[in-house]
């Protein structure tokens, strides 16, 4: 109960911290030393009350245009961002005719970056419910499929030490991070650089569990203590990311790529590529879960420890190769995550730790398999409810649906009813 507390905290100050409401131009991010904004006119004729929302490096927000056509958004930081134009506010018989409603953009030498839209007659074309609903659908599977890799990695976890690790979150970050550097700032092959990075991400999982976690479970400290630990330690990686990696957004090679056609299905080359892998990698988890003699005994370290250690299982040496996959899954899914927020930052896995213990929870603790459901489950609401729901409101609805399974079953989807406590 006290991880599912922690998480609705979490999720109120996500929406606290990274969602600006609507309001007039001038209204909006004033407290921000950098400044998008633009003129919304057609034929000479400024536009008013047009929407403009802008997205990126955690932040979101939106404004309408004024009576000159004018609109301004502050943003806190430097960056690349996603600026878009609600087509539905523009007037009836004006378009987007160039360059879409969306538009990618990035600050320069200045603080202040223009943003504007090509505007001509015609008529809007529409997507029917159906289309968005299958294309998000596939959109959302491919979300949870990747979160699926984070949230088994801190569900084995879990089950074998009975730790929730906030610090997860920074592995997700490493992996893209060691990415970004092997690929773009050492030139190296982009498959490689992720081999690389994955193999490196394991290693800090070992050695975190080596230096940190084994000499705190030898010594016996209680569950409470250790969680804050792992607050503590999630702080201190992610500031020394900062420090190291800077505020901004990177791109990894790749990123970007013209999407592909399927019918009423829009897949870039790398969305495609991140789903067949991710289902790759997850049959090869379940595999080592199922047929293997240390995935065994990872599954009886995690009903109980102290009857596998009595049955001759070296719980602590079960407990580091955990820690490994975990952390080795965790780099892999930051790899793709940063490819389909997209870009790669210093705090990108915190803004992903919220849906990764809302899958873990709503699955239910402790067991993978319960995982990969309610990371399926998370990655396809958070996608679909945008249909109904403001994007900014995804999270909140997420949440709302483990609430509401936990209050019918509270041990989570596939956990038991002895794990509970």
Do not use: C
């Not at 000159?68 to 878009?84: C, L, M």
């Not at 991710?278 to 080592?288: C, G, N």
């Amino acid at each position: 109960m006290l991880v599912i507390l922690f998480v609705t905290l979490l999720a109120a100050l996500s929406m606290a911290t990274f969602s600006a409401g609507s309001a007039h131009a001038d209204e909006v991010g004033t407290e921000y030393d950098f400044t998008l904004s633009g003129n919304v006119k057609f034929n000479g004729e400024a536009l008013d009350g047009v929407a403009i929302a802008v997205d990126g490096n955690g932040y979101t927000a939106d404004t309408v245009t004024d009576a000159a056509g004018k609109w301004a958004i502050g943003v806190p930081e430097k960056g690349a961002y996603e600026v878009t134009l609600d087509e539905e506010t523009l007037p009836k018989g004006v378009v987007v005719a160039k360059g879409g409603n969306v538009i990618d953009t990035e600050f320069g030498l200045t603080d202040r970056k223009s943003v504007n839209f090509f505007l001509g007659e015609g008529t809007r074309n529409t997507v029917s419910f159906f289309d968005q609903f299958v294309n998000r659908f596939v959109n959302g599977l491919n979300f949870g499929l990747l979160l699926a890799l984070a949230a088994i990695g801190v569900s084995l976890i879990f089950g074998t030490t009975g730790l929730s690790n906030f610090a997860h979150a920074e592995m997700i970050t490493f992996g893209a991070l060691m990415t970004l550097v092997f690929s773009v700032s050492l030139g190296l092959p982009i498959w490689l650089a992720i081999l690389i990075a994955i193999a490196l991400s394991g290693v800090l999982g070992y050695g975190l569990d080596a230096v940190i976690w084994k000499p705190l479970r030898r010594k016996g400290v209680a569950v409470i203590p250790l969680m804050i630990v792992s607050i503590g330690l999630s702080l201190a990686l992610r500031y020394l990311y900062q420090y190291f990696f800077g505020g901004s957004t990177s791109q990894l090679p790749g990123a970007g790529m013209t999407d592909l056609k399927f019918g009423p299905i829009s897949l870039s080359p790398i969305d495609l590529a991140s789903m067949g892998i991710s289902i790759v990698v997850l049959l090869a988890v379940a595999f080592f879960l199922l047929r293997t003699r240390i995935g065994k005994a990872t599954r009886a370290v995690s009903d109980n420890p102290s009857l596998a250690s009595a049955s001759g299982i070296d719980v602590d040496n079960v407990i580091r190769i955990v820690w490994v996959v975990g952390a080795a899954l965790a780099g892999l899914s930051g790899v793709l995550w940063a490819y389909f927020r997209p870009g790669v930052s210093w705090d990108m896995g915190f803004q992903m730790l919220l849906l990764v213990f809302a899958a873990v929870t709503l699955g239910g603790l402790g067991t993978a398999f319960g995982a990969l459901v309610g990371s399926l489950i998370v990655g396809l609401f958070v996608e679909l409810s945008t249909l109904w729901l403001p994007s900014d409101m995804k999270v909140v609805g997420a949440l709302v649906i483990l609430i509401l399974v936990l209050l019918f079953r509270p041990q989570g989807i596939l956990g038991r009813k002895e794990r509970i406590g």
